[in-house]
């Protein structure tokens, strides 16, 4: 599974970014996609996730503020970023989750993340 993600850069507060991931693997199907967020110096954490079905969830700090969408004809999930504080700062991870059917016809589930992109926020 390959992540590429883009769109990441500089923002003054209040501004907006919009990143994207576009996800491209050999086997399986696109079931969950998300991205995650880590600050300086904290663990990374999840801050919005969108399903095949399109349901969405949001960390509290962002809702409002950012909608996570999805494209499946081009494998890509995108982070509309408005209004952005100095604390949505750090580095965004875009994230997959594949399924896989083993051989009893079970669903196996995968987690991939991408390299990461900056996104840093002035004051």
């Known amino acids: 599974v390959q992540l590429q993600a883009s769109g990441g850069g500089l923002v003054q507060a209040g501004g907006s970014l919009r990143l994207s991931c576009v996800a491209s693997?050999?086997?399986?199907?696109?079931?969950?996609m998300g991205w995650y967020h880590q600050a300086p110096g904290k663990e990374r954490d999840l801050v919005a996730s969108?399903?095949?079905?399109?349901?969405?969830w949001y960390e509290d700090s962002v809702k409002g503020r950012f909608t996570i969408s999805r494209d499946n004809s081009k494998n890509t999930v995108y982070l509309q970023m408005n209004r952005m504080k100095p604390e949505d700062t750090g580095v965004y991870y875009c994230?997959?989750?594949?399924?896989?059917?083993?051989?009893?016809?079970?669903?196996?589930?995968?987690?991939?993340w991408g390299r990461g992109t900056q996104v840093t926020v002035s004051s």
């Open positions: 994230h997959v989750e594949i399924k896989k059917s083993d051989y009893e016809g079970d669903w196996e589930y995968y987690d991939y």
């Open positions: 693997w050999s086997d399986g199907y696109l079931n969950s």
């Open positions: 969108i399903g095949s079905s399109d349901s969405k």
